[in-house]
């Protein structure tokens, strides 16, 4: 990554999604809490998470100058820091398996920010913004756990998440369309999460 091998180390992260995905699952399916009481697995997660999710990223948007050079340690920083907050409080994953505030997905976030090749201001702007949004008690939908549309929802992932492996598999000359359809999943996302959030309920 410090040779400027953005693409790769993306790849890299693009297996870790998918380890992070499934490893849930396969810890519950072999009783890993039961045979192994002392091991804090859940723990673990949370700290492979935020190395991920986000130190790697903010890494990235260090290294790749993704925002102007004076913004540089402020907007790394606020990524670190409100991500720290957001992955210590308690309510972080509700019982009901939803994420509490934006959920650190600024792997995402920077891969779009290289693949698109945005202005340096509107990639400090919207990474800012998701900062703030962390704080703020929205609950975003937990797509392997969640209560209703599970299947179709983590289908659709599937696609997104493999039209997205292609387009870092062919940076820098990426599909402008390609580019622009694969934003239909996160805005699907985004409106399934507020759909959830203001929903009436009984």
Sequence with gaps: MFLGNYRKAFLWLAAQVVVDATDGAFARSAKVSERLPWF???KLDDIIDYLCYVFIP????WRALLVPDALVIPVAAAMLLSSAYGFNREDAKTPDHFFTGFP???NIVVAYMLLGGWGERMNAVILLVLAALVFVPIRY????RMPVLRMSTNVLASLWGLALVV???WYPDVSPALFWGSLAFPAYYLALSLWFQFRPRN
């Design 104 to 106: 650190s997905y600024w």
């Design 40 to 42: 804090n697995g859940a």
């Design 141 to 144: 939908v937990y797509p392997s």
């Design 58 to 61: 903010a890494l990235i948007v």
């Design 167 to 169: 387009m870092l598999w």
